[in-house]
């Protein structure tokens, strides 16, 4: 059997979502992406340099599914509001209805200050495409010039945080969310 590296990253990735990084055990690694030790060490270094990699993957297919989301919608804000719908649609299916950065952000300590410091600066590097997103939308006047696109793009990132641990604590809720979703969404619009 050939060695997959995207598809062992991918189960790295899932596994450290779902358990966090203090609880995924070597032992655990191993199983989730059926390979030995040595193999492990080989591939991807360390446990701390494969969670590291697991949280540059994981941002990087969320940058991904943001420009899909906003390429196939008719606007750029209809693509925002996709994607954060399908983000927190989906949460019940993901491996944890967290973000994974953020998880990581509220589990990992100053004793882990590299892998702290890559989930903040990946969790910022979402909050940087929302804001070019909303900047496309602003060019298009779909969104007043007048509103601050980073300011805008803390906002959503927050909105986005809150409705996923809304979704966690209130799981049969689901019918409100889409209103919810709609709420997060009223801010100045442009001419169109």
Not at 22 to 28: I, L, W
Not at 73 to 98: H, N, W, Y
Not at 112 to 117: F, I, S, V, Y
Request: proline content about 2%.
């Amino acid at each position: 059997m050939k060695f997959d590296r995207q598809e062992a990253l991918h189960q790295a990735t899932d596994l450290f979502w779902a358990k966090g990084f203090h609880a995924t055990s070597m032992r655990t690694i191993q199983q989730a992406m059926d390979m030995r030790p040595g193999s492990i060490y080989a591939s991807f270094g360390s446990k701390e340099a494969l969670f590291k990699q697991a949280l540059q993957y994981y941002a990087a297919n969320s940058q991904a599914r943001l420009a899909a989301c906003v390429e196939q919608a008719d606007s750029p804000l209809a693509g925002l509001k996709r994607f954060i719908t399908e983000v927190v649609m989906g949460c019940d299916q993901a491996p944890s209805s967290m973000c994974m950065l953020v998880k990581s952000i509220t589990e990992l300590t100053e004793d882990n200050a590299e892998l702290l410091l890559e989930a903040k600066r990946l969790l910022n590097g979402m909050e940087q495409a929302f804001a070019e997103v909303l900047a496309q939308a602003q060019a298009q006047q779909q969104l007043s010039g007048d509103v601050d696109s980073t300011r805008l793009a803390r906002y959503l990132q927050m909105q986005l945080m809150g409705l996923r641990a809304y979704v966690r604590a209130n799981g049969d809720a689901k019918e409100h969310l889409e209103s919810l979703i709609d709420d997060v969404f009223q801010f100045p619009q442009g001419e169109s």
